[in-house]
C-alpha cells in the first residue's frame, strides 16, 4: 500500500486547489492517505510530495512532527486513555492498567487482528468526564473497568460502527471543494504570483 486510489486522489487534487501553495495541503493530504490506509505508508508520503512540490523527506519531517499522523500501522481503533491530572485524580492509572489486562496488550502495541491500538494521551479536553478516553478520536467517559470493557465489546461487534470510524476517518461530511474558487481563477492567480 498504497498511493491514492483514484477517488482519494480526486479529493487530493481538490484539497491542493484550495490553497495558494500547495504544500499547504501537506497536512490535509496526510490525513486524506490516513483514512485511506489508516495511517500514512512511505508511497504515499511521495505521492503527497508529488502532489504539492516537495520531496517525500519533506512529507515525513512534517507528518512525524504531529501525534494523530501515525507512519506504521495501528488498530482499526487507537484507543487513548487520558492519565493528565484529572483523570489521574479519578483513576487513570487504575484505568490504563485495566485497559491493558482487558485488551491484553501493554501500552503502545497493537493486538495481533490489528483491531485495537493502546495509548496514553494527555488531557483530551474531556476532563468534566474523567477518567476519559479517546477511541479514534471520539470521546468516552467517565469510564471504569466495567464500562471500558463494554467499550471494547461493543467496538470489537460492531456496535459503534456509525459513532466510531475505522482509524484516519475525522469527518464523514465532505467539504464542498473547491465550489467557492473556480480553478481557472486559481491557476490565474498562481501565474500572477509566478510572475
Ligand atoms: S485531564 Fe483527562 S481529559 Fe483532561
Given amino acids: 500500500m498504497a498511493r491514492f486510489s483514484d477517488e482519494m486522489l480526486s479529493r ?8 495558494p501553495d500547495p504544500r499547504s495541503a501537506t497536512i490535509p493530504l496526510c490525513h486524506l492517505a490516513q483514512e485511506q490506509d489508516g495511517y500514512v505508508t512511505n508511497e504515499a508520503m511521495a505521492h503527497i510530495a508529488e502532489l504539492v512540490g516537495s520531496t517525500a523527506a519533506e512529507v515525513q519531517g512534517t507528518a512525524s512532527f504531529y501525534d494523530m ?35 491484553d496488550l501493554p501500552v503502545g502495541a497493537t493486538t495481533q487482528d490489528r ?34 470493557e463494554s467499550l471494547v465489546s461493543k467496538l470489537r461487534n460492531g456496535e459503534l460502527n ?22 481557472e481563477e486559481i491557476d490565474r492567480n498562481r501565474a500572477g504570483e509566478a510572475e
Fill in 69 to 103: 499522523l501515525k507512519l506504521e500501522p495501528v488498530g482499526r481503533y487507537v484507543i487513548g486513555v487520558c492519565t493528565n491530572i484529572a483523570c489521574m485524580l479519578r483513576g487513570a492509572y487504575e484505568l490504563l492498567e485495566d485497559a491493558e489486562e482487558i485488551l
Fill in 12 to 19: 487530493a487534487e481538490e484539497l491542493v486547489a484550495l490553497y
Fill in 162 to 183: 456509525e459513532e466510531v470510524p475505522p482509524h484516519g476517518t475525522l469527518i464523514r461530511i465532505r467539504r464542498q471543494a473547491p465550489a467557492v474558487i473556480p480553478m
Fill in 115 to 148: 483491531l485495537f491500538t493502546l495509548e496514553e494521551v494527555e488531557c483530551i479536553a474531556h476532563c468534566d468526564q474523567a477518567p476519559a478516553a479517546q477511541v479514534n478520536y471520539r470521546y468516552f467517559g467517565p469510564l471504569d473497568r466495567q464500562s471500558f
